[in-house]
């Protein structure tokens, strides 16, 4: 059960850099062309697409903040629903 849930968390933490890298390409618009950018962005944006759909601001984008937030949440729950079923 541990290795379970040290996958989780190892792809958890995977999927949150790759939001923090979405956000530093955001700001640097020489990496936005680099393939790197391309691919993390092909990878994050199936999320951050419906957020930003959700919760519209013209000119700011809290749809990381937002993944972010719901990553957390749905890590813990997850991790608790492990821990639960290996004491079964």
Do not use: K
Request: charged content about 10%.
């Amino acid at each position: 059960m541990q290795l379970l849930i040290n996958v989780a968390n190892a792809l958890f933490n995977i999927y949150y850099y790759l939001i923090i890298a979405e956000i530093i390409v955001s700001w640097v618009p020489d990496l936005q062309r680099t393939r790197l950018a391309e691919n993390v962005h092909l990878l994050t944006e199936p999320v951050l697409a419906p957020l930003r759909r959700l919760i519209p601001l013209p000119g700011i984008d809290i749809s990381p903040v937002l993944a972010i937030i719901i990553l957390q949440i749905a890590r813990r729950f997850l991790i608790n629903l492990l821990l639960q079923a290996g004491n079964v």
